[in-house]
């Protein structure tokens, strides 16, 4: 079944360490994108990739970085820099970078930085 | 400042009633606009979209409508099922597409037995 995995499910870090996030796709799509959720709060934008090698900043894209070295894969890291890391982190991808491309979303990845 | 609102954070109904989930917008260049369904530790799943060059979408027991100078859409859901509970997420895009697809905070829809 085609689908987006993000691993892991949960994850613990203490503050100070970089953590990086997977996500990894076999739908083919080209356009990969990082949100955040918190609580009480929609969506937030980190970053999106329309293209292998290629890269932009979302909303809040602060503290965080991402790579596409491959068409499947668009890791996050999460840097120290990041204030306030502990979130619910999804994966999406779509087929094209329009908005009438809808997301597939991979089942989220929680993060807890103590 | 949020552009995609939803007012209500959570709506219960009763089994084989109408559910009716708001939605409002404040950027008039938003030209789509899309619902997201998710359940509890998992990713939102898409349901349903609508174009601005429509007021109607329908797709089975779901149906978006949309009132452009209203600023407003809605889903509607009839009958309404038990397995319909989960969080509705509302989310609208201009034309550049889904790098500025901004989503609502949510409503939590409960359908009783």
């Known amino acids: 079944d085609g689908g987006i995995t993000q691993s892991p499910k949960y994850l613990f870090r203490k503050e100070g360490q970089n953590v990086t996030l997977s996500c990894e796709q076999n739908l083919n799509h080209d356009a990969m994108y990082w949100y955040r959720q918190d609580p009480g709060q929609g969506l937030r934008l980190i970053y999106y990739s329309q293209i292998v090698n290629d890269f932009q900043k979302g909303d809040i894209a602060e503290g965080y970085s991402v790579s596409r070295e491959k068409k499947e894969s668009f890791p996050l890291t999460v840097t120290s820099a990041q204030k306030n890391p502990t979130a619910f982190y999804l994966c999406a991808s779509s087929m094209g970078p329009g908005g009438s491309s809808p997301l597939h979303f991979g089942n989220g990845t929680r993060l807890t930085v103590t | 400042d949020q552009q995609v609102k939803q007012n209500s954070p959570s709506l219960s109904v009763q089994e084989g009633r109408i559910s009716i989930l708001n939605c409002d917008y404040t950027?008039?260049?938003?030209?789509?606009f899309l619902w997201y369904k998710k359940y509890p530790a998992e990713g939102p799943t898409f349901l349903i979209s609508?174009?601005?060059?429509?007021d109607k979408n329908e797709d089975g027991r779901f149906t978006v409508f949309l009132n452009k100078s209203a600023k407003h859409l809605s889903l509607h859901i009839v009958p309404s099922q038990p397995g319909d509970s989960a969080v509705y997420f509302c989310a609208a895009s201009g034309q550049t597409g889904a790098n500025n697809l901004f989503f609502g905070t949510g409503t939590r829809l409960t359908v009783i037995p």
């Open positions: 609508i174009s601005s060059i429509k």
């Open positions: 950027n008039s260049m938003f030209d789509y």
